[in-house]
């Protein structure tokens, strides 16, 4: 099993310029998350998907959007990336619904830098 | 919603022991415990939850105090392996997701 991966690994965009950061399980979870991490800021939720077919918005919401393509793919769209969007973002998954009470596994990252 | 952890950094000898800090100003579910090495994801370690159920790995030793909204991570006899960052993520009660903490830089020195 893979468990959960991401793609692109790094990737430096302009000002403007839009992208979707890609995500899959192969867990069978219900429950997928967009995180981004910043220096000295801790882990911070961006979107969240409890099961297929819903999203809900977590703690900085503004300036993307998600998508849940099927039960195994959670992507993250920039629509307009900006300098403060630098950072590097962290999908996770997990069993049930919603993270609560079960442990979350976290895939390698994806390292944006926005000039 | 973010929870506090202590210390923000600590660096310890081998077999030395240690012990981290999380606390909320919000009553909780539960508590949990991950570990970041440099430029690697974070893993999961373990999960306290309200009334004393506790998921996780046999040989990690954590506490949570209900009443005070707080949390601490014992790692005994430590070795090298240990070093990275800890992060907390608290649930408040009748929510569903994590708020971090800030992290515990942890170094082990031989």
């Known amino acids: 099993n893979a468990g959960v991966t991401q793609t692109p690994k790094f990737q430096v965009l302009k000002t403007g310029q839009s992208m979707t950061l890609q995500c899959a399980q192969d867990?069978?979870?219900?429950?997928m998350y967009w995180y981004r991490q910043d220096p000295g800021m801790g882990l911070r939720l961006i979107y969240y998907?409890?099961?297929?077919?819903?999203?809900d918005k977590g703690e900085v919401p503004n300036g993307y959007n998600v998508s849940r393509l099927n039960k195994r793919e959670f992507s993250l769209r920039l629509e307009s990336a900006a300098p403060s969007q630098t950072s590097v973002y962290f999908c996770?998954?997990?069993?049930?619904?919603?993270?609560?009470?079960?442990?979350?596994?976290f895939g390698p990252g994806t390292r944006l830098t926005v000039l | 919603q973010q929870p506090v952890q202590s210390p923000q950094a600590v660096i310890l000898r081998e077999g030395e022991d240690a012990v981290i800090n999380c606390s909320s100003s919000?009553?909780?579910?539960?508590v949990h415990w991950y570990r970041q090495k440099h430029g690697e994801a974070p893993v999961f370690l373990m999960i306290?939850?309200?009334?004393?159920e506790q998921k996780g790995h046999e040989k990690i030793s954590a506490s949570f105090n209900e009443k005070k909204q707080q949390s601490s991570l014992y790692l005994t006899a430590s070795q090298l392996s240990y070093s990275g960052t800890y992060f907390c993520?608290?649930?408040?009660?009748?929510?569903?997701?994590?708020?971090f903490g800030t992290g515990t830089r942890l170094t082990v020195i031989p």
């Open positions: 996770a998954s997990s069993d049930g619904a919603g993270g609560r009470y079960n442990e979350q596994f």
């Open positions: 867990m069978n979870h219900n429950s």
């Open positions: 998907s409890a099961s297929e077919g819903t999203t």
């Open positions: 993520g608290t649930v408040k009660t009748g929510a569903n997701n994590l708020f």
């Open positions: 919000k009553a909780l579910y539960s």
């Open positions: 306290l939850l309200k009334g004393g």
